[in-house]
């Protein structure tokens, strides 16, 4: 059983490590949000247990689950807390994880994270090789792959390309932006603001600029690109697979970035309170923008998009 971080681009940035566990012929099962079972739908999972985030109602389901599975005795803990190391050995699995948040006693096969801290893929996908180390077997890959190479299913590709064709764009012929990202990092906002300018830039050359945003963060990506043209809302799968069918994808350092990333997408990642080495996008195929502590212009970014929109696919 894998447990898997709550953020969808953490999910993302998971995908190596499951991908280590397939390629080496161990079968797993997953418990995540309960929109993960979307984007992971492609993936040869043996079922997928709901994480609420609700203590009593995951604990409930993890044992119902385990005596349903008797099988599945070990699990490996993504997420670094004290809560998910309790439930899961309540629970009885036999579990590995970092030790974090004064944890080690709960886990039977505790693992010290690495310093320097690397990328979020590279000790995810560490993780997963340390316990395969812990139980004896020899892992198909001793690192990740250069692409997170998210799995799609029919109906991720069926509605990504009628999103695009009912909206009359063109495949592969507009710009996708995401102006938005959840929450905050040490709270500080992680959006750029300035997707309004971009936007009307890009239109006066004769480019359509589109956005998709989830329902819930639509009203904040209106007031940030006004002109931008709106597609109907997608699940996580289908607007990974989106994210293939434009031109460039332009995004925080957010879920989006992370979606494209899982798709191979050419996309711009813009950074102003995040580090691009430690959870930039997972691909050869962005350009990133800025750093910790400084966003990157206005005139940079429009430049830097023209440049990449001029290169060949």
Known sequence: MVRLPNWVGDVCMCLPALKL?????????????PWARDLLSGLPLLDFVPATGKYLTDLKMLRQWHRHHPEIKRAVLMPDSFSTAFIFKLAGFDTVGYRDDGRSLLLKWPINKPIPRPHAVQSWFGLTREAFRAWGINPAQSEP??????SFTQAHLDQASQAVLKSGLELNNFVLIAPTAVGRHHGQIKVWSHFDPLTRALQQKGIRVAMCPPPAEKEDATAAAPTAEVLPALGPGAFSALTRLARLVICNDSGASHLSAAAGARQCTLFGVTDPARTGPWTPNSVNLGQNGHWPA????ISSVQQILSLPE
């Open 21 to 33: 566990l397939e390629s080496s012929g161990v079968p797993y099962a997953v418990s995540a949000r």
């Open 298 to 301: 206005v005139d940079t970014v």
């Open 145 to 150: 792959d250069k692409h997170l190479g998210l």
